[in-house]
């Protein structure tokens, strides 16, 4: 959940030097900063830093970072749909493969690498709005205005993340992760009828790649039922749910991601202690459960925070 950032101070050193965009596009720069946490901390798997909009610029759509992606011309017909290539990832993103590679040369202790990508509707909903919003209103009413070309943008993208998540397991990704940052403000129905068929694709897909699938929507309380016979091996859920009820939601073919509110990490170290005894108890003795954040963590963190978390859940565990 966003290991690498802006909380740590050797990220902010190196990104006072260099622009976002060329930060995740020279593989050197890219590795680093996917490294500096686990060169802090003793974290168990190392997540892949790059940006989810990074592939629809192989793709050739002119986006900027203002910080936010900003696509200078939305995608809303049904011309620009057709018009959008498919994803080759050795050449559209090969940067993104280079820094996996050196990534896993590199890793400390041995640790697994993530990689990922964003879920199909999150990438439609910065096509169709052209740049970030709370409520996405572009995309949403595009769905019900627009249904069919809706669903045909969706399987575009889901054939796209499918290609670029089976370049990064080539490329020496370990496990694989499909990030929906924006499929929790659609209602279920609707989320059943336009999101989760993309999800289905791609993860199809990536199941040729033979390593663990984590599919992730933030404030996707309301979806757990939807996403319980997905063919994923893991389900990250935000802060929102307890872990106890997802599971009894999912049933016992699923491991579970989660699911600590970044806000507690400003806690006093005792109660930060508890906040984590309670994610570890809801989540139960069943096989299965990475303990993380419920979403990405927070700038203003302090990463000595985060090193007393990460050290009382491996006493724990």
Partial sequence: MRQAGRYLPEYRALRAKVDFEALTRTPDLAAEVTLQPLRRFDLDAAILFSDIMTPIQGMGVDLAFEPGPVVREPIRTDKQIDALPALVPERDVPFVLETLRIVRANVPRGAPVIGFAGGPFTLMCYLVCGKP????????????????????????????????????????????????????????????????????????????????????????????????????????????????????????????????????????????????????????????????LGHGIWPETDPDAVARLVDYVHERR
């Fill in 133 to 292: 919003s709370k409520e996405f209103a572009s995309a949403r009413t595009f769905l019900y205005a627009q249904p069919e070309a809706a669903q045909r943008l969706l399987t575009h993208l889901a054939d796209a993340m499918a290609a670029y998540l089976l370049a990064q397991a080539a490329a020496g990704a370990q496990a694989l992760m499909l990030f929906e940052s924006w499929a929790g403000l659609l209602a279920p129905n609707e989320f059943t009828q336009f999101a989760l068929p993309a999800v289905r694709r791609t993860m199809a897909a990536l199941r040729r790649a033979g390593v663990p699938l984590i599919y992730y929507v933030n404030q996707g309380s309301a979806l757990m039922s939807a996403v319980a016979d997905l063919d994923v091996d893991v389900i990250g859920v935000d802060w929102r749910s307890s872990l106890a009820d997802v599971r009894r939601t999912l049933g016992a073919g699923k491991a579970v991601q989660g699911n600590l509110d970044p806000a507690a990490l400003f806690s006093a170290p005792q109660d930060l202690k508890r906040h984590a005894d309670a994610v570890i108890e809801a989540a139960g003795n069943a096989p299965g459960h990475i303990f993380n």
